[in-house]
């Protein structure tokens, strides 16, 4: 393996660890010290930056996280339900206030992280003539960037600063979507000019320095966006998606090609904190709660999976302490709740402290080849019921269950949400008349509902794509919050939320950008009920 690092770059590299790390050294632990073994100055230098890009997909910062992940996408996904019954202003009730939505745009674990340690590798790249770290770097940039675009529409991108400084024009979402395909297409053909080259191990706890499984990432990431818009550009969507799934490099089809971050040794999986924040003790008894704090698992994913009698339910949940109820969740958007007396005996989010953070799965892909062939008649390389069931595969081996063969003949359909602690946060409706088994002959909107379903279930825990998906297919069909739970004042429907508003922060020092954009995108209306550009289904 050749030695790729510059030693003159070690002081901007050093200040850009140091910008990631601030005061949360529990969280970002350091790897590379003194003591490492054979892990050389330079290396040391290279994975700094590398892993505090990949903290930005997924921050290891656990009060980021949670926002993102926990408060926003598990929520708005329906994998999460906040269950801390002193929050009176909540993402899922649609009355967030700014320091619960501006994460994203405005936090400094994010975006000036991103940029501050992207530069730094860019200029390694430049000064050794190796266009590996970059091509890496560019990829990671697409995966945590296209999450905040997602969340907002319209942001800064094009123009934002070395400094990570967003105090610039904005992008529409449709120009940052092609800025997307041009940096993934850039750092693929980088990649395959240099795929028997390798980082080292260290500095890369997503492959372990493995530049082929870095190019299947990024073909399947391409072939993700490209479906993203689907409805808003589908002769782009069909010309990248098939790019990606053409491509020689391939895609990623074996859980063993996961791309996952596993970072977490000495210090916890972020989200595996964040769900067991403040957890009480019991009122009743005083014995410590089990199922978890701030958040617990939603009704949504349990009724769906309970109807299909998912074998996999013991892997994503804790049980209940309902009595004769293995697994019930509580609904999202409602007025929650005591944890201390009720909320507890809600199924929790079974997680691992050293459990990985997912950014993308052999089943998603699967999931995603099955809806271009059966939706849109792309060419995916096969047929739509084979990517289904094989992304149902792909899926219970990941996970380590059996009986796939069952289930993919399963005819059940979502059970209904009975609250069984207080009858008005029930809902009587059926969410769904699909089953798991392949709806032959039912038509393409029956198709799509089944494959989004499993490709649902699939991604648990993988909250932004869940929320993409819903908003873009109107699929799955989730809960709405209770009349009392809707503190909207009617900008947000059944449907759920659209968007996030732009931060308060952004009308003070970005003001004539941030105005401008709300003008031309959003039809002058920043709030949750407005469409992003690619939701045009």
């Not at 099955?370 to 992304?391: C, I, L, S, T, W």
């Not at 796939?404 to 009975?418: F, I, R, S």
Request: hydrophobic share 35%; net charge negative.
């Amino acid at each position: 393996m050749k030695n790729i690092i510059n030693t003159i770059l070690m002081a901007s590299l050093s200040a850009a660890m140091t910008a990631c790390i601030g005061n949360y050294e529990e969280i970002n632990y350091d790897h590379y010290g003194p003591g490492s073994g054979d892990v050389l100055a330079d290396d040391y230098a290279l994975g700094s930056a590398m892993n505090n890009l990949a903290g930005c997909v997924i921050s290891p910062d656990v009060n980021t996280a949670q926002f993102t992940d926990c408060l926003l996408g598990g929520t708005m996904g329906g994998y999460f339900a906040d269950s801390q019954n002193t929050w009176t202003n909540t993402i899922s009730n649609y009355n967030p206030t700014d320091d619960w939505t501006r994460v994203f745009l405005k936090s400094d674990k994010v975006i000036p992280v991103l940029y501050t340690n992207y530069n730094a590798v860019k200029a390694i790249s430049e000064q050794t003539g190796n266009p590996v770290p970059l091509a890496i770097a560019k990829i990671i940039k697409v995966a945590a960037m296209h999450r905040i675009t997602d969340t907002y529409g319209a942001i800064p991108y094009s123009k934002i600063g070395e400094n990570g400084a967003i105090t610039t024009p904005y992008d529409s979402q449709e120009q940052i979507y092609r800025k997307f395909f041009e940096e993934l297409n850039e750092a693929i053909t980088d990649l395959i000019a240099n795929e028997n080259e390798a980082l080292v191990a260290t500095a890369d706890y997503i492959y372990s320095g493995n530049v082929k499984k870095w190019i299947k990432f990024a073909n399947s990431l391409k072939l993700r966006l490209a479906m993203r818009i689907v409805y808003a550009n589908k002769e782009l969507a069909q010309q990248m998606a098939e790019d990606a799934v053409k491509h020689e490099g391939g895609l990623i089809t074996t859980n063993d090609d996961n791309a996952a971050w596993n970072y977490f040794v000495t210090s916890s999986n972020p989200i595996y904190t964040a769900v067991r924040y403040n957890t009480p003790a019991h009122e009743a008894d005083g014995k410590t709660c089990l199922s978890g704090g701030d958040s617990h698992a939603a009704a949504d994913i349990i009724c769906y999976m309970n109807g299909y009698n998912d074998p996999r339910r013991a892997k994503y949940f804790t049980k209940s302490e309902w009595k004769d109820e293995e697994y019930v969740g509580m609904r999202r958007g409602i007025v929650i709740p005591s944890l201390t007396t009720i909320g507890h005996k809600y199924s929790g989010v079974n997680i691992e402290p050293t459990s990985a953070l997912m950014w993308m799965n052999a089943a998603e892909v699967a999931f995603l080849r099955a809806e271009g062939k059966a939706v849109f008649n792309f060419n995916m390389g096969g047929e739509a019921r084979d990517f289904y069931e094989e992304g149902i595969r792909l899926s219970f081996a990941q996970w380590g269950v059996d009986g796939v063969n069952d289930y993919l003949n399963e005819k059940g359909a979502p059970t209904v949400y009975n609250d069984p602690n207080n009858g008005e946060n029930s809902y009587s409706e059926p969410l769904s008349t699909v089953s798991v088994a392949w709806p032959e002959g039912k038509g393409t909107e029956a198709i799509q509902e089944c494959i989004i379903i499993q490709k649902w279930i699939a991604n648990w825990m993988i909250g932004h794509e869940a929320w993409s998906d819903h908003r873009r297919t109107g699929y799955p069909k989730l809960i709405p919050a209770t009349p009392e739970g809707n503190r909207s004042g009617g900008v947000v429907g059944n449907e759920g939320a659209f968007r996030m508003p732009y931060p308060r922060d952004e009308y003070v020092n970005n003001a004539a950008n941030v105005s401008e954009a709300v003008a031309k995108y959003l039809g002058g209306r920043d709030n949750m009920g407005q469409k992003v550009w690619w939701d045009a289904k």
